[in-house]
């Protein structure tokens, strides 16, 4: 039997914060334990995404998603255009959040390609 990990994959994306230490806070504080809308959470885990991590360095975040066998970036994205209450939280969010510098127009987090591994 194969162990659940194998079944797993990881991506990691990037994303800039606007470099303002109070908005940084405020986006901390709606990221904290237990603050994060159910809504999000919900559409979070039905699009297929496990397991998600964001850390932050100054005002660069990478988020960490682990996925199951069923995720796809497409299908994630029109689920989120259908559901009002992940509209508002994006619209809310991006009151923090600015394009990397090489990002196409209306890109927000942006894959990272793994380049070393150990």
Request: charged share 30%; glycine share 4%.
């Amino acid at each position: 039997m194969l162990n659940d990990s194998y079944m797993k994959k990881r991506h990691y994306l990037a994303l800039d914060l606007k470099d303002d230490l109070t908005l940084i806070e405020e986006y901390e504080n709606h990221h904290a334990h237990g603050l994060v809308w159910p809504e999000i959470i919900q559409s979070i885990r039905d699009s297929g995404i496990t397991d998600m991590e964001i850390y932050r360095v100054g005002n660069r975040m990478v988020m960490m998603m682990e996925v199951d066998h069923n995720f796809d970036f497409d299908k994630k994205a029109n689920m989120d255009i259908n559901n009002p209450e992940v509209q508002k939280w994006e619209e809310l969010m991006w009151k923090f959040q600015q394009p990397l510098p090489w990002a196409k127009e209306g890109e927000k987090w942006m894959k990272m390609d793994r380049i070393f591994k150990l």
